[in-house]
């Protein structure tokens, strides 16, 4: 049997660094997604870039699947084992390897998460910015593509990766990249690897851009009659050029949920949640155009601070969203979804899909990155109901087909995994028998994560 | 023969729009860089996609050479024919296809030229901002991977390439991204075409991000007594999070050239040449902050305006650099070099490359977008002196080892093509294999642009 072949040998390579006890394999196996548990069989917790070559060369010998694994919050199955095998879990590896503060980069381990590393540069003026929301670590984020608030003003994991050390299929130890700021030498393989879901090999070192802490950050919150109205002041914010950090869109159904867990006292409105970096001028002068935007469209309640304490309770509040909406339905399990469409379509995409719900069984308080197009809806349903599950899966399928027709993604930034892949071939038509090419040229055995992403044959 | 049976199918399918003419082979087989000419055999002139597409399957029935070629700017050789075969010329494929105003993006075919797109986009309050000098076509661009004076605002292509048509090496029309701002659905084509050099396939279309053309814009100048001052005024501002849309570096024999090309009545000395986009309160701001920081670094005659005739002048100038350089030794032929190192290494490998420069029989000025770490020397030498090229290509060699051995690389943005093709393994290693496996996937007869960017077997 292959993959219990390849087991006996990692043990015997690597020894106690191999664990098949089964609370390790049964907690790799779960996500904080909606998929049914699938167990590796075993778990490995390397501590170098050596023993993940060494595993993977194992592994390629028998042919035996091999997931990459960080904190497992992922939302689309990216770590389920759906073929067994081996999960590389990489939380012994999580260092911050050299903060180079001149050349604004910082080498990390795949661990490592964002709220560690930017703890670790707290005293360097400088910051990691892409912020999903889940205190992912780097390596999953990388993998997965993420990007989150910031995106609209720091752009997404694929703008803020370097270079990247990779284990690739067959073992072997490679670069990609260099520490300069830019490059034309070649494919660009980092862009590559950065959302590739660990189907094409291991990352095992990031080299990550870093960027300034702004001087002064103000913050704000507006509440708008109906959501067009906030769509269209985001539009208009972002043709004026006004150079936001972030710019969230809630629901009335979201502002409710965060007065019941956060004691937020909002309206039963759709909201705005901006955040302006820069001088202490030039964010003041950030805030009051904005302002001037908003009133056109009718915000109210319109008010901007530059005090830390109220914009730290603001965005904890916005991470907690997720928490916040599943304790509004106590039991329920939660399908998130992620389109990503034109600006000019999110007013309708939106709108489309708040109607949809409404005329479901279930609830689905909608909130999304909207500088950037991306909104997801958060589908509560009862686990034990067949029905609700078959209601929200049929909810999310028309979503994709919505933000296909509009020339948009069916995913902003949670990646393909298992939740997707049944819609790659719409999306991407015969670039997505590209992909399966260049799976199969890097990863011939198919060990690389398999059933996730690309389909072979 | 191959090329012979291909030329004759070609003019078969497409009649005039295929040219054998010698005229058309020998403007093709050049370009602006020290390569010796490489013709073609044949020039096609492709109206649409359509039209490319019959014409690379013909191709790759006879496993003929297929090279695209936008107006000739490359400066690595890349549109050389160095293998014979049939040039795709796209100068009857340059129609701006669709702007999208609230969307922020265009939709190009790739023989526009950015001068060109912006032409188009002058009333539309956008702008397309990559920048790297030469008015070079957009699809030239994206195949180099091509950035330039703007990059350390704006990016480079990589950045601002949303999505692309290809003609893949057997024929496929093929589209790779969405029009929605960004997406993690599966692996980054749109990223893996973008510095390509048309080795993977050619770009039939491109969806570009625009940008909102800025309310205000101010320009300053100011003179350094050394070179390390100026790039130490660089970094300062970097780090102080001021947002530069430009900031050049010209060294003393640069100012000379223009002050004989363009009566600029600059003083011997390395200068800062930068620009600042915002509101107007904005750029007031960040150049008065910019000049605060200069007169630290002994910075001198710092002067900014808002004026645009002034700002023209002065980009003029330094777009016209390179043949500013050229006519300051009347006869003689350039290679241009082109790094990129982290910001820390900029100032040693400035001065390391002035002294060689100085102590070799050649002149060679020195410029660069020093925001990015990158910089070139524009080596002159009389091309009927074996013993001058030699120097220079010596000179080059040195440059590019300086470059890996500071952690840089060996283009920042003129691509491989055939001038850094022997310096790709030293900077990738096992990478670079990476890229043949790649290429070998996507294009098994090796019939787009062989010989470049990759070695097969």
Redesign the interface.
Known sequence: MAIADAITALKAALGDKISTSPSDTALHGQSESHFAPMNPDAVAYPISTADVAKIVRICADHHCPVIGFGVGTSLEGQTSAKRGGVTVDFRDMAALVET?E????ARVQPGITREGLNTELRHS?LMFPVDPGANATLGGMAS????GTT?VRY??M??NVLGLEIV?ADG?????G????????????T??F???EGT?GLITELTLRL??Q??ATAAAVCAFDDMEAAVAAV?AT????V?MARIEFVDGATALAFNAFADAKMPEKPHLLVEFH??E??VK?QSE?FGDIVSEYGGADFQWTLQAEDRNRLWAMRHNAYYAILASRPGARALVT?L?????KLAAAVEETRADIAASPIPGPILGHVG???FHAILLMDPDSAAEKEAAMALSARMVER?LSM??????????GLG?LEY?EA??????G??G??K???DPHNIMNPGK??RLN
């Open positions: 180079a001149a050349d604004m980069f003026g997965t593509r993420a990007s995106a752009g997404t694929r703008d690739t072997t130890i490679m670069r990609t260099t520490q300069a700021r830019k490059s034309a030498a070649g494919y660009d393989l862009g590559l950065v959302g590739a094409l960027h300034g702004p001087e539009t972002i043709q004026c050029g150079p820069g001088s001028t030039a002068e155009t992620d990503c469409v034109p600006m000019s950037d197009g991306n933000a020339g948009g993604t069916v995913t902003g930034e949670h990646g393909v997707k790659m999306e991407h038509g015969a670039a997505w590209m992909m090419q260049i199969r040229a890097l992403l690309v």
